[in-house]
């Protein structure tokens, strides 16, 4: 069975870079653009990890978390957040929001599928 | 004069003796005698009197008849007897008296002063046979004279007094002029409030005249609303009689005649008087100070409240620099994210092979999207400590842990420049500092280090217990750095001057950077080094005991 992860980032490229860096380590992807669809592509998909963009558009990638994390078949789901920069307060923010941990960018190759590799 | 005869009576005796017959010169003699206005008198050598012309009638009422024959006692007031006698005891001698001032008696028992003088009169044969005796009324002379010194007593007494009843006025006139002019009004009222004294202060101050004032009720100068209590305050301060200076604090204000208030300060003094007690007060009028208090304090409002707005405007745009900062940090590190990644991806190879020149093409992308990575990093730390928004969390750390987990982090840098890394053997010390800040701080020293060092070199850290702080120290066997430029290179954007090609790849501000998070946490940093010998890094920081 394939591991489906679920990557939401309001750029084409932040996608791709995901996308491109996890399907070559043989995950299936499914992308979101914002909340939303994260919510939408979330119950279709039944992803087994969900990778998040704090910073999106509509509602972003904290009220993605805590609504994802209402629902009963993402109560343990792994949530990863990316953030782009690391101000005072993120981790705990973040922590409180319902995420599993957090990546602060860039993130390249190596580091996203380690990332990945250990909650899976 | 000689021996106690008158000139004129001398002359005609020497007239006579050589001139004239013995009778002629008596006849001359007597005439003299007669018109003299001297009383002129002969005494036996035991004071009975044996001759007495007109003057002697006439200074001492008595005729000749009546003295002839008596003692020359019978002239003076009791008492002078035993002066007679010694004066008759001096002549019997042969000496004389001369000009001798007595009080003799008149025959109508009047006081008669006289001068006196006597000379022995002496025989052919030089034998003392009595006294004559001239005696001048000075009575007149002497009541004149007296008079005079009288008078002249009397004068200057009178002068004196002139004069020191003129000072007198000088002074008073003086002292009213203090009180009149004083800058303050002076009031005194008696124990039943009214006004016993006003200078002329006190008229312009209250715009009453002093006939107004005078013997009026104090009251009129208090304003309506305090006069209900005003008596009771001056007769309770009566009585209690200290003296009450001004600027107590106390708010007074008191009334002109045209009905305006207007504030002051009082002093009171209580001024004992046959009458009772009466109370001297001093009134300032305040008016000017207290415009001048009033426009000080709405200034100092005017200021504090621009001061406040002033602080709240600086709040807001330093509020608005951390956001923007923050916002800049997100949007330039979202592209720099994706750029980094792509170039990391394509380096993998593993959406086809590359060529060496895209391979060495993609191999500066990759470098200088780190490097400018880097620099916004930098950036955005040093302005987010330099506008305070940076909060240290500090704890114990084991210097140990966090010195390993840096070299680790270093080590391919330092391996792909073949050089070296070392952990000192002192490093098993706990410091009381934020691990991500130390962390931060050791790479920067360290990648400097290694930056600096030719291939072969080697890099190290070491700390050493100072009392209670640690000294941690990264050396290296670099390049070195000039005496001058060893403050310098902790300024911003400095870089030293001595750069190998290809190592100009900092971005200036990872000393700067080192240097304030050292002092956040409470230490100093300093180098040491020497040209072509290597660097030693110092910093300090707190010696946790836990």
Redesign the interface.
Known sequence: MEIRILIADD?L??R??LR??LE?SGYEVVEAEDGEQVLERATAFEPHLVILDL?MPKFGGCAAAVALRKIPAFERTPIVALI??L??GIPEQVAQAGFTGYLV??????RLRQCVASLL | MRDGVPDSVQASAVVQRDTLDHLNAERWLAAILETSDDAILGKSLSGIITSWNAGATRVFGYKANEAIGKHVSFLAWPGEEERIESFLEKLRCGERVTHFEVVRKHKNGRKVIVSISLSPIVDANGTIIGIAKIARDITERKTIEQALAANELRLRKLTELEETARAEVLAERKFRELIENAPDAILQVDSTGAIVIANRTAETMFGYSREELMGNGVDVLVPEANRAGHAGHRNSFASAGVTRPMGLGLDLFARRKDGTKFPVEISVSPVPTESGINVTAVIRDVTDRKQAERRVRSLQEKYMTELESRQKEAERLNCLKSEFM?SI??EL??????????A??LE?E??GSLNEKQRRFLHHIHGDSEHL?RLINDV?DLSRIEAG?L?LRTESLSLQAIVAETVNAIRPYADSKSVSVREGDHLDVCVWADPMRLRQILYNLLSNGAKFTEAGGEVSVDAAVDESSVRITVADTGLGIAKEECTRIFDKFYQVGFTPVGVREGTGLGLAICKQLVEMQGGTIWVESEPGKGSHFHFSLPHSLV
């Open positions: 750029t490229s932040g791709e870079l491109s860096i070559s910073q782009a920069a101000p005072d960018k860039p993130i390249g190759p190596a | 923050a940090s997100h590190r979202t592209p720099l994210h994706t750029i980094i990644g792509f990391e991806l993998e593993t959406e990575l955005l928004g909060h």
